[in-house]
């Protein structure tokens, strides 16, 4: 369980450490987050209420809402068109309206024709058709989420007896905005002018006018301005195409040249002078019908010889006729108890003896065909012009007799090579002769003296930096060898000086043990210095030392060469 008094204590200890100022701020915190606590569970505790009516027109919003006064309905309202009651209490307030016949009328659409009165007129049926046109175009414009609300009016001509002296169908449209909503987007005024012009047989979109919550007209644009942009915007999405279709096939073409004539010593040896691409942009819808002999047999493609037959059509229906008449002939004289006009002359050879033969053989066949509906795509190219300029190789034969410079020679595109650089090029862009393609691939010898200059340039910086490499090189292993003497030299020098030292102290050492051998055969004590006696002791030491350690002694004295 936690301390509350020890909390309460640290709470005091801080408050009490803040000045008047801090104090005066947290207060003020406090009071405002204790007002918002309060407004939200005011908020959060009344009840919500719901709409009643809206787009009421001003007569009835005053009478409804001094009814609601009278029988002391509690109400709320949004400016002079919308109604807003308790939800419990709605059914009941519409009842009581009801009763005082006071349910505001909404606007009438189609539902005018769900009541037939057999005494209406042709002229008043005509007035609620336009009526029930109007109210239901305003009801659909104010479903959409930018409109609250539209009125919407349709003037019907008059009929004539001659149809160019009828004036056109019309429409007006007001619209009022919906909450939030300043304008409307030019793709949403042509969106409600195409549903108004749609919607009422007769109507065309130019006698739509539609109007904003000020009487401003939105669809009076500009339409030779609108086409003139449309064609430029056009215009330059062609454009686009065709650079793209460029930089494509200068892309390919570039790649072709890289392989032979790329980027060597004095850089690339090919330049694309010119390349332009026409396009097309004709849309062409081609039908074709092709008839086609009849397979019989089809070919097998695993065996090496052709089983192919085929037939020019196939017999699909076929009549044969044939008639055959011997005997008198008569001619049809009219009806009975009449005279004939045949004369008699004829009369006689009409009943003389005849023959009749007919024959007739109808065959029916079918051959293949095939409809071919070819819709092609909305460009192509029309034709491609290329110039593309090769230059020759330079070779490097070596330095010129003054020395200031290089010599080189040069080699030149020969015709066999600029004629297959023709051919990869033609393959490589499609290159059509029907299409008039053209393409030109010359040799032109290109100025390379800034290159031959900078590369001079840099061959004499390379080679007066190798000469002084060199001198370095030779500067630095004549010290190395004179260092070398020099070492040698003076090593030689010490080995000699300590042999001539050594050789001196031996010859006085041998000649001081012959003085003291003397002195001791003969028995005379001669007094010896300090030093001779030190150094006496000190020879006394080391023998005795390299009779007992010889191996130290042995160790000590090849220490001591090695170090000389």
């Known amino acids: 369980m936690p301390d509350f008094n020890m909390i309460l204590k640290k709470i005091k200890d801080v408050f009490s450490g803040l000045d008047t100022t801090k104090k005066i701020i947290l207060f003020s915190v406090l009071g405002v987050f204790a007002g918002a ?14 709409v009643l009516y809206k787009n009421l027109e001003t007569k009835d919003f005053a009478a409804i809402t001094s009814k609601l006064t009278e029988m002391n309905y509690p109400f709320s309202s949004s400016g002079t068109q919308t109604i807003y009651v308790q939800p419990e209490k709605k059914d009941e307030i519409l009842m009581s309206l009801a009763q005082e016949n006071l349910i505001p009328q909404g606007i009438p659409g189609w539902e005018l024709f769900d009541e037939d009165k057999w005494s209406e007129t042709q002229f008043e049926k005509d007035i609620k058709k336009r009526r029930a046109i109007s109210g239901a175009l305003s009801r659909t414009l104010s479903t959409l989420k930018s409109v609250e609300n539209a009125q919407v009016s349709i003037a019907f001509p008059e009929k004539e007896l001659f149809e160019d002296d009828v004036d056109p169908v019309t429409a007006s449209v007001i619209l009022t905005y919906a909450p939030g909503v300043e304008s409307m987007t030019r793709k949403e005024i042509k969106g409600i002018e195409t549903l108004v012009a749609r919607a009422v047989p007769g109507l065309k979109k130019e006698n739509v006018s539609i109007a904003g919550p000020d009487g401003e007209i939105l669809n009076d644009f500009d339409t030779q301005y609108d086409q003139l942009q449309t064609e430029l915007k056009e215009v330059n999405e062609k454009l686009k195409i065709q650079e793209r279709q460029r930089i494509k096939l200068l892309r390919d073409i570039d790649k072709s040249l890289t392989y032979s004539f790329g980027s060597g010593s004095y ?17 062409e819808e081609i039908e074709k019908k092709e008839v086609s002999p009849v397979t019989m047999i089809p070919d097998n493609p695993e065996t090496p010889y052709s089983e192919l037959q085929v037939k020019d059509s196939l017999e699909v ?47 029916n066949n079918e051959f293949n065909r095939t409809l071919r509906k070819i819709k092609k795509q909305p460009w192509e190219i029309d034709q491609i012009n290329m110039a593309v300029i090769l230059d020759g190789k330079w070779v490097l034969t070596g330095e010129n007799k003054e020395g200031t410079g290089y010599d080189r020679k040069y080699l030149p595109v020969d015709e066999e090579e600029l004629r297959k650089v023709a051919d990869v090029l033609k ?57 070398v003497l020099y070492q040698v030299i003076k090593k030689e ?20 043990e012959a003085a003291l051998r003397a002195i001791e055969d003969e028995g005379v004590e ?35 060469l090695s170090e000389e």
């Open 37 to 50: 606590l309060v407004l939200v569970a005011t908020m959060s505790g009344s009840e919500s209420k719901v």
């Open 267 to 283: 850089g690339t040896r090919y330049d694309i002078v010119r390349l332009d691409v026409q396009m097309r942009w004709d849309k």
């Open 317 to 363: 229906s076929s009549k044969k006729t044939t008639e055959s008449f011997k005997g008198h002939g008569f001619t049809p004289e009219g009806p009975t108890g009449t005279e004939p006009n045949i004369p008699p002359g004829y009369k006689d050879k009409d009943y003389q003896r005849a023959e009749y033969d007919k024959s007739e053989n109808i065959q």
């Open 427 to 483: 393959n490589a862009v499609g290159f059509s002769t029907a299409r008039g393609d053209s393409l030109s691939v010359k040799h032109i010898q290109k100025d390379r003296s800034k290159e031959f200059d900078a590369e001079d340039k840099e061959l004499r910086r390379q080679k007066t930096f190798r000469k002084m490499l060199l001198a370095t090189f030779i500067t630095l292993l004549a010290l190395v060898v004179a260092v």
């Open 493 to 512: 020098l010490e080995r000699r000086r300590r042999l001539r030292e050594e050789e001196l102290a031996a010859q006085q050492q041998m000649m001081r």
């Open 526 to 560: 001669v007094e010896l210095s300090l030093e001779e006696r030190a150094r006496k002791e000190m020879l006394e030491n080391a023998m005795n030392l390299a009779k007992e350690r010889p191996e130290d002694v042995a160790h000590l004295l090849r220490t001591w």
